[in-house]
């Protein structure tokens, strides 16, 4: 069940990411290329005893330091995957080694590894407010799953933090345009894939 539940956030992660890259100007086949390195993003937890991600409260310091190995245990994963190549324009592979490597690094620097996102290739920190997003929106061992209303204001909450001030009005803007309350929305499709509870 927790397997089926972790792909389930990661094809979620991959679609929004791949709708967020269009939404920032990426040309359609570079979006799929985001998106694919995102659905990969913690590929490396598979690597990480399920006692730790499964853990109903908070992790121990020495938990935690076990925990954050998944980023770079999922970059050694992918990077045998392809031929070597540079950036988005360049390959699938050095997208995802810096997706996986890098996915919880805030824009303003801290958390895993101390990088500032906002050294990186701004798609890393796009995914990582995807991947932010649907964490809050998904239920885990040690939450309810978040409303919409709520994930939204805590993104908004983290601009200039934990995320690029200028991702955070471009998924907003996203959210507007693309109508979660409409029927037929791509966006609602891909937020309803984990049973999402809007209140």
């Known amino acids: 069940m927790q397997n089926l539940q972790m792909l ?3 094809q979620a992660v991959a679609q929004l990411s791949e709708m967020f890259a269009l939404e920032l100007g990426y040309t359609p086949s570079q979006a799929r290329l985001i998106g694919k390195a995102a659905e990969l993003h913690d590929i490396g937890k598979v690597a990480i005893c399920p006692t730790i991600i499964n853990k109903p409260n908070r992790l121990t ?3 935690r330091e076990t925990m954050k190995m998944h980023t770079k245990i999922g970059a050694q994963m ?3 995957l392809c031929g070597r190549n540079s950036g988005v324009g360049g390959g699938f592979r050095a997208a995802a080694e810096l997706v996986c490597l890098y ?3 805030w824009w303003s620097g801290g958390d895993y590894w101390g ?6 290739p701004i798609y890393i920190n796009a995914v990582a407010l995807v991947d932010t997003s649907v964490a809050l929106l998904f239920p885990r061992a040690y939450k309810d799953p978040w409303s919409l209303t709520e994930t ?3 993104i908004q909450s983290r601009s200039g933090t934990q995320f690029s001030p200028y991702l955070v009005d471009a998924f907003m803007r996203m959210i507007k345009e693309k109508g979660v309350g409409e ?4 966006l609602r499709s891909v937020l309803s894939c984990g049973k ?3 209140r």
């Open 8 to 10: 389930n956030e990661n």
């Open 183 to 186: 029927e037929n929305s791509s």
């Open 115 to 120: 990088v500032e996102a906002r050294s990186l």
């Open 61 to 63: 310091s020495s938990e």
């Open 103 to 105: 996915h919880h690094e």
């Open 152 to 154: 939204l204001n805590h």
């Open 78 to 80: 992918v990077a045998g």
């Open 196 to 198: 999402i509870v809007h």
